[in-house]
């Protein structure tokens, strides 16, 4: 479980709201530094292009985390399960209102990730691996990673986005943007609780060998997520 210290830590945090001292122990001090604004930036360095790149990041993860929640989901839960909760998907996404469009859908995220974090703590979740080609579990395997990338990159912005805030507050030229970017920091915020359901399961198979290692950096490059 060492190896994936960052992980654990990511996911506690995005869990339970630990402090920064408590970030350092678990080995991800310094995961801001690849996005720039969000890491060792002042407050009066944030510029167009650092809130560019933390949106973009921000997407990306959101990608990430979407998609491969959609595949680990299909693979581990029961027919009923992903029979009913892709009806909700359906009605949730012809909702006219966004208000109610958006808490509906957020509803169902929430209910996969409920069904795949009780699938990944049964023993059911092994016979189901077991019984995967070895394309199927390469496929897992990528699914597994990519989400836990995006995992990391959610902490990543997690923790620069108070100060990349404050440095667009601060900015009279950027002010205009602050609304937006306050839009994805929440986001990715709301996010945690979900992915944080998910992502102890995989952390566990990754560390009993059940499944390809997962990443321990957010720099690094997401796999192929196909069909399991």
Request: hydrophobic content about 45%; aromatic content about 4%.
């Amino acid at each position: 479980m060492k190896k994936y210290s960052a992980l654990l830590g990511a996911l506690l945090i995005a869990a339970m709201g630990i402090n920064a001292q408590q970030a350092k122990a678990f080995g991800i001090g310094n995961i801001t530094a690849v996005i720039p604004g969000a890491g060792g930036s002042s407050a009066g360095a944030v510029s167009s292009g650092d809130i560019d790149a933390f949106i973009k990041t921000a997407q990306d993860a959101d990608v990430m985390i979407g998609t491969a929640t959609t595949h680990i989901f299909k693979a581990v839960a029961n027919k009923d399960e992903i029979a009913e909760l892709e009806a909700k998907e359906a009605a949730a996404n012809s909702i006219a209102d966004p208000a109610e469009k958006e808490a509906a859908i957020n509803k169902v995220k929430s209910d996969k990730a409920t069904v795949v974090q009780k699938a990944l703590s049964s023993k059911d979740v092994q016979d189901k691996l077991n019984g995967m080609s070895k394309e199927q579990l390469s496929a897992f395997g990528n699914a597994a990673f990519t989400f836990m990338l995006g995992v990391l990159k959610d902490k990543q912005l997690a923790d620069g986005s108070r100060a990349l805030v404050s440095g667009v507050a601060a900015n009279p030229t950027l002010l205009p943007r602050l609304a937006a970017l306050k839009d994805v920091a929440s986001s990715v915020s709301a996010q945690a609780a979900n992915t944080a359901k998910i992502g102890e399961g995989l952390v566990k198979l990754a560390s009993a060998g059940k499944i390809a290692a997962l990443p321990t950096s957010a720099s690094e490059q997401p796999k192929e997520v196909k069909d399991i």
